[in-house]
């Protein structure tokens, strides 16, 4: 093997180490909370030696860092912006899609809402201030699309600040308690992504 193929290959076994240790950093933070969880059980969870862990992140902390800075990735980049050009979908059917994606994720991806949802609030006032980063960017994503909705003749004229707020609680909400709590059926997510569409859509009184 060359020299350039052996820069390759150490390139990529370090980029399968970071992911080794990311994967079971988020099930551990996940599964023990940031406070309970040890580097000997990540180390652990992830088959590799305390030192290999130290070569890829200084700290605990780091790597919880790290987990959410990629969480937050991902649930970014799973929702899309609502199309209004020329022979794309219909907005509502646009927006139940997206309903169902993040509906989705407390059975797809468990871990990522059980740390974005809890474990990672009030952990410090850097993860915080992520978690608010975050819920602004949500914000201001539902409210552009209310004005852009708005603009269209789609949306009734509202205080678009007062109505994003108010759709962004209700999504945070449904997903506590169909990860957190618990307490919210999970076999049927059109049935949930239809009724926060109504809710949404037409409010509650039938006038």
Not at 66 to 77: F, S, T
Not at 102 to 127: H, K, N, T, Y
Not at 150 to 175: F, I, N, W, Y
């Amino acid at each position: 093997m060359g020299e350039d193929g052996r820069h390759r290959r150490a390139r990529e076994m370090r980029e399968e180490r970071t992911k080794q240790i990311l994967a079971a950093g988020l099930q551990i933070f996940a599964e023990q909370g940031y406070h309970r969880a040890s580097v000997a059980d990540i180390c652990g969870r992830a088959e590799v030696a305390r030192g290999t862990f130290y070569l890829y992140y200084p700290s605990k902390r780091d790597l919880f860092d790290a987990v959410m800075d990629a969480l937050i990735r991902d649930l970014e980049r799973g929702i899309r912006r609502v199309d209004v050009s020329p022979g794309a979908a219909p907005p509502l059917e646009q927006l139940k899609q997206n309903m169902l994606w993040l509906l989705s994720l407390p059975r797809a991806r468990p871990e990522m809402l059980q740390v974005l949802l809890w474990e990672a609030v009030g952990v410090d006032d850097v993860s915080d201030r992520k978690l608010a980063s975050l819920h602004h960017r949500m914000f201001e994503l539902t409210r552009r699309s209310l004005e852009t909705g708005q603009a269209l003749g789609l949306v009734r004229p509202s205080d678009t600040d007062v109505t994003a707020r108010a759709v962004v609680g209700a999504v945070k909400e449904l997903l506590l308690s169909l990860r957190v709590r618990g307490d919210l059926p999970q076999e049927d997510l059109a049935h949930l992504a239809d009724e926060l569409l109504a809710f949404a859509t037409r409010g509650l009184l039938s006038v």
